[in-house]
C-alpha cells in the first residue's frame, strides 16, 4: 500500500473543502483535497444558486461548484478522486487511508466531508431531483414564489421550512405520517396561526408526479388501517425536511461528536479537541447548514491550520 507525508490534507470537496483548499494553497501549504463520493457536494444536485455572493444573476449549483474547483487548482492544490475510508488520528502525523488502496500521513487535516439530507426512499425523489424536489428551503424556496409547494416531516426543521416557505409560496402543505407533530410546543403554534399553512396529519408519501417536473404528490392517509384511503395533491414542489445526517461515521472514534453526528468544534472556530484536526462546513454544523458559511468555515478552517503549523515549526525551531 502506497503512502505519503503532507502538509495539509483536506477530505471533501464542497464549498467549505473548495474554500479551505484557496486559502491553503496562497499560504503555500501545498494543500492535497480528496473529493469524496459526491464531487461538488450537495450544491451539484441544485439547479439555481441566487444567494452565494459574487453571482448577481444567480448560477448553477454544478457550475459555481466547477469555479470554486478551478480556483482551488489555479493556487496548486492537488485534487484527487478518491473515498476516504478510514483514519487513524491517535498521534500526529494523522493517517488517512483512501479506498483501502493507498495512505497519505497529514500534519493537518481539515475535514469538510457535509451532511446527507434524509430522503423517504422513493424512486421520484430521483427522478425531480432538481425539478421540484430539494432538501433546503432557505436554499430553493424563492424559486416557488406564489406556487404550491409540501413539506415532508414533523419536528422542527420540517415547522421552520414550512413558516419560510409560507413567506413565498401560495400555499403549504406539510405532510405529516403521525397524528401530531413532534416539533416543539412554540413551533406547532406558530404553524397553526400561520395561514397559507395546511397540515395532513396521517399522511404517508407514497410518489410524485409530473410531466417536465412535480406537479403533484401521491399520499396514502392512514395506511395500513382499515379506512386507508388514497389522496393526491397538486404541488409544484416537495421539500423534504425529515432531517440530515452528517458525514462524520469513521471520524467518531477519535473526535467528539453531538448526538445527532455532528463534528464538535470550539465554540466559533472549525479546532477539534485534536491539535492539528480542524472540522468546516455541514458536517459540523447543525443550525445553517449554507453554502455560504460552509465557504466562511473552511477559510477558517485554512487559517487554523496555517497558524498551527507556523506554531509547530518555531517550537521546533526555538527547541521548546
Known amino acids: 500500500m502506497e503512502k505519503e507525508k503532507i502538509r495539509c490534507l483536506i477530505i471533501g470537496s464542497g464549498p467549505a473543502g473548495y474554500t479551505a483548499a484557496i486559502y491553503a494553497g496562497r499560504a503555500n501549504l501545498a494543500p492535497v483535497l480528496y473529493e469524496g463520493i459526491q464531487p461538488g457536494g450537495q450544491l451539484t444536485t441544485t439547479t439555481d444558486i441566487e444567494n452565494f455572493p459574487g453571482y448577481p444573476q444567480g448560477i448553477p449549483g454544478q457550475d459555481m461548484m466547477e469555479d470554486l474547483k478551478k480556483q482551488a487548482a489555479r493556487f496548486e492544490t492537488d485534487i484527487r478522486p478518491g473515498t476516504v475510508t478510514a483514519v487513524d488520528l491517535s ?72 413558516l419560510y416557505l409560507s413567506g413565498l409560496a401560495s400555499h403549504v402543505c406539510m405532510i405529516v405520517r403521525k397524528p401530531y407533530l ?20 396521517e399522511h404517508n408519501t407514497v410518489g410524485l408526479f409530473g410531466e417536465n417536473g412535480v406537479e403533484g404528490a401521491h399520499l396514502v392517509r392512514r395506511q395500513g388501517m382499515p379506512d386507508e384511503a388514497p389522496v393526491d395533491i397538486a404541488i409544484d414542489g416537495f421539500f423534504l425536511a425529515i432531517g440530515h445526517t452528517p458525514n462524520s461515521g469513521i471520524f467518531k472514534p477519535w473526535l467528539e461528536t453531538d448526538r445527532d453526528g455532528y463534528i464538535v468544534t470550539r465554540p466559533g ?52
Open 91 to 162: 498521534a500526529a502525523p494523522y493517517r488517512v487511508t483512501v479506498e483501502d488502496r493507498e495512505t497519505v500521513d497529514a500534519d493537518t487535516l481539515i475535514i469538510a466531508t457535509g451532511a446527507s439530507a434524509r430522503y423517504l426512499g422513493l424512486a421520484d425523489e430521483q427522478k425531480y431531483a432538481g425539478m421540484g424536489v430539494s432538501a433546503c428551503a432557505t436554499c430553493d424556496g424563492f424559486f416557488y414564489r406564489r406556487k404550491r409547494v409540501a413539506v415532508v416531516g414533523g419536528g422542527d426543521t420540517a415547522c421552520e421550512e414550512a
Open 182 to 201: 413532534r416539533a416543539s410546543r412554540v413551533m406547532q403554534q406558530r404553524v397553526f396561526d400561520t395561514p397559507g399553512i395546511e397540515v395532513l396529519f
Open 269 to 320: 472556530t472549525p479546532c477539534t479537541h485534536l491539535p492539528g484536526v480542524f472540522a468546516a462546513g455541514d458536517v459540523a454544523d447543525p443550525v445553517y447548514r449554507q453554502a455560504v458559511t460552509a465557504a466562511a468555515s473552511g477559510c477558517k478552517a485554512a487559517i487554523e491550520a496555517e497558524r498551527y503549523l507556523m506554531m509547530k515549526k518555531n517550537t521546533i525551531n526555538t527547541g521548546i
